[in-house]
């Protein structure tokens, strides 16, 4: 497995609440990148890093922040958890160019939001 | 918006057989990537496949890549019941540096021993 872990691995929590997930890589690899997977959605970019401090949106990037300080860690902040954002989180990071690498998952985090 | 959509959605076959599984997509591509997901686990990549390439091998798969139909496929062979999980195409954008890896929904097999 690539060098890439998740915390929490699991989380309920409640409407309202805010809520950190936290992706932590040794791999050194540049870019970072943070997914939801949903029944009948697949998987659905959230947001991703091309490197420290460097963040963009993705597909579904309302409802979320993210912050990369260090090359290591990209965290995933829902500001004020909602009940559709009840899901299985990914983690991924790429060497290079996003869209031209291989991606690298993490094992995922699954949160529920009552 | 979903660029590659799987088909078929859902896949049974014995072990021993081949899978065979398609993927399509709407728009011009850099690249193909297959992933395999066992359940309750993160993604995996199996091969990548460069739209100035038509097939590649990697142990028991092989991709083929039709960019004038827009379509791709995988075929594993001799399955096992270790295949046993879901299986994403995901396309590369052709258009900048930051376009995105688009995945599709999936496609589940199951290989029954």
């Known amino acids: 497995d690539a060098g890439i872990t998740q915390s929490p691995r699991h989380k309920v929590t409640e409407t309202g609440t805010p809520v950190t997930l936290r992706c932590h890589q040794t791999e050194n690899h540049r870019y970072m990148y943070w997914y939801r997977q949903d029944p009948g959605h697949g998987l659905r970019l959230i947001h991703y890093s091309y490197g420290v401090k460097d963040t963009d949106k993705g597909e579904v990037s309302d409802g979320y922040s993210v912050s990369r300080s260090k090359t290591e860690d990209f965290l995933l902040t829902l500001e004020s958890a909602t009940s559709s954002q009840t899901s299985v989180y990914f983690c991924a990071i790429s060497e290079s160019t996003l869209r031209k690498d291989t991606q690298y998952f993490g094992p995922g985090t699954r949160l529920t939001v009552l | 918006s979903q660029q590659g959509e799987e088909d078929p959605q859902a896949l049974s076959i014995q072990e021993g057989e081949n899978a065979t599984m398609n993927c399509s997509y709407k728009?011009?591509?850099?690249?193909l990537q297959w992933y395999r997901q066992n359940s309750g686990r993160g993604l995996v990549h199996l091969i990548l496949?460069?739209?100035?390439?038509r097939e590649k091998h990697s142990g028991r798969l092989r991709v083929t890549l039709d960019t004038s139909k827009k379509s791709s496929s995988l075929l594993i062979t001799a399955s096992r019941a270790a295949d046993t999980a879901s299986y994403f195409c995901?396309?590369?954008?052709?258009?900048?540096?930051?376009?995105?890896?688009?995945f599709g929904k999936g496609i589940t097999l199951s290989v029954r021993p």
């Open positions: 728009t011009s591509i850099n690249n």
């Open positions: 995901a396309t590369g954008g052709d258009t900048g540096a930051n376009s995105k890896l688009t």
């Open positions: 496949i460069r739209s100035n390439e």
